[in-house]
């Protein structure tokens, strides 16, 4: 057991090295562990010292409340590298903000922010050689926190586990997104979880999102719960569309991921003069609009899939084709993110942190 | 290792017992565990045979998809022993039809019936001195599956666990209940998971839940994510209102769990010859029978909870007390149930299964 530093964080190394049986030039999404992990434990009310320790199985109790009660929540980050080998995150402090605000939603103890930062940093630093250096690839970074305390009541538990687990990755789709708007089903409720990382939004996607892959769509636009009139977000991104040359995303509310490629998007779009409007999107307008084709573009923005173009949308057993735009605002923007991302330009917004 | 007659099941036996260290005239709900459980792996497209372990840790990879995407669901069941000391199930192949119906909306592959059958019942024989016998005491049974298999892609898991673990529990809750009215969260959307018993669900009521106990309530009933305006179901209870002699309950719907006690409870009170009304029922009628003294009673129904009383409720601010009732619909119709599940009464409806 070696001691850094800084002595918020332990770290224990570990003997050997999965690294030589990584091809970095042939990387899926997210199934592509580092050596290391951060483990965080919460007990008797505290949380204890986060500690960097060799990647490897956790050990659960069945009774423990993860397994029953869907009590967990997590971000999504990434790390670059620039060709000077250093290494940058984008905006760490906002995913820190948003882990406590999916916290406090799902009854779990808030995270210190100099746990979490220096957690990661330290991280970050013993699996820095993990970094993929190729374009298009990055350090995806997963922290994330769930119940492991035990007992079958239901009410939340009294143990927790912090962790962040590094998956060197390449991209999340391959290609264009052809997407569904969803008239029956739904991701979230007023008054409910949606706007939280939690575990739980995401299986609820999972059945209606595979009718729509058997239809031959990749991902479902979800729409409100109550009407089904208003286009809110996909499943790990949030949703911009092009009508003519104004950019429109909906407003966050309860039901919304508030995401941090959306908001830098809404403000590189501004930066470019580009004419952006944060307002309530029907469906029935993006239908109009792809029928008289002034519907240009439309685009998914997350951290996982940065900026995804989408090709075409079903709605009503109707499918519409967007036009092949070469220089559309979806490539504009992102060269714009992706160059602050990694270093490429100027970061005006002072959005870069540099490990 | 030792293989039961029935050969689906495979039994390994624990070689110490820990329930002399247990007081069964003490137990608490949900919180002592038998010496085994049973264990049914999905790996390669298809359930492996189930197995009786000994109780104890399940290892999991750090991105086993439970612990990022909430994809597990759950049942509750009891088993209770007679005077003769025979165990009874009470209505177990409705629980297995509901977690298949819960398995499909949760992207989880469904359970062969005689896998959750045979895996249940050589369980129970295993550990069945395990099942409590004093009076308001039971085993309470909570088979449940969750996403064993790794990635970080947010999509259903190519690997499960199916398991069951037995509790030996006494009474959920002590006493009668004060229930709070919810105004502004919600625990289900049209179009989602409300109606499995998906562990997201539970996760999100947690902290709407905290808030009504510092309040001074022990539950929240759940209102309809739109309006707020028609009463749906508790925390893990569906709710029962009595105004003068008819008793109600609200429809399942897509956001309500169908509930086995709700069910039982309807064909019992018919065959009391009680006025039943299965309608949706607004707040707005309840508070106006509370003013008028209309409203008699209010009791909560599920398999935990058995048929719990509620004292009083709070609603914008406002709280409302229920008469004490001596021979109330809920003492008559828990006493009824009860008596069935317990061996105590004819069952002229068939639910009693014998282990
Ligand atoms: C539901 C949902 N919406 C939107 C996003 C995009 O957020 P961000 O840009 O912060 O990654 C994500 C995830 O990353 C998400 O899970
Ligand atoms: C949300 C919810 N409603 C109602 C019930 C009652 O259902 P049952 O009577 O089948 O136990 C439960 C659980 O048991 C529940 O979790």
Request: proline letters at 4%; glycine letters at 8%.
């Amino acid at each position: 057991m070696e001691t850094t530093a800084n002595s918020l964080v332990t770290v224990e190394k570990s003997k050997t090295s999965k690294i030589d049986q990584v091809d970095f030039d042939n990387l899926s999404f997210g199934s592509t562990f580092s050596d290391h992990m951060l483990v965080c434990d919460y007990k008797n009310g505290a949380w204890e010292n986060p500690k960097v320790v060799p990647y490897g199985p956790v050990s659960l109790d069945p009774s423990a409340k993860i397994f029953h009660y869907g009590q967990s929540i997590f971000e999504g980050m990434k790390a670059y590298k620039d060709t000077e080998d250093s290494t940058w995150l984008f905006r760490p402090l906002d995913n820190h903000k948003r882990l406590n605000i999916s916290a406090k939603r799902l009854a779990i103890p808030e995270i210190p922010e100099n746990y979490f930062m220096e957690g990661l940093k330290t991280l970050l630093k013993v699996d820095e050689k993990w970094i993929p250096k190729n374009e298009g690839s990055s350090m995806y970074i997963r922290p994330f926190i769930f119940a492991s305390g035990n007992g079958f009541h239901a009410s939340p538990a009294n143990e927790y586990k912090f962790m962040i687990c590094l998956a060197p990755s390449g991209a999340y789709f391959s290609g264009k997104v052809k997407v569904l708007i969803e008239e029956k089903y739904s991701r979230s409720a007023n008054g409910g979880v949606g706007f939280a990382k939690a575990g739980g939004n995401y299986a609820g996607q999972f059945y209606p999102t595979q009718l729509a892959v058997e239809k031959g769509y990749n991902q479902v636009i979800w729409t409100d719960d109550n009407t089904h009139e208003y286009i809110e977000e996909a499943g790990a991104m949030n949703i911009f569309v092009r009508i003519n040359d104004t950019l429109i995303t909906g407003p966050t509310s309860d039901r919304i991921l508030d995401g941090i490629t959306r908001k830098s998007i809404i403000e590189i779009a501004k930066d470019e003069n580009i004419n952006v409007e944060v307002r309530k999107l029907t469906v029935s307008e993006v239908v109009t609009a792809a029928k008289d084709g002034s519907l240009k573009e439309m685009f998914g923005a997350g951290t996982a899939a940065v900026i995804s173009p989408i090709s075409g949308f079903g709605y009503k057993e109707t499918d519409y084709d967007l036009p092949e735009l070469k220089e559309g605002f979806a490539s504009l923007l992102k060269k714009r993110i992706t160059d602050i991302q990694y270093n490429k330009a100027e970061d005006k917004f002072g959005w870069r942190y540099k490990l």
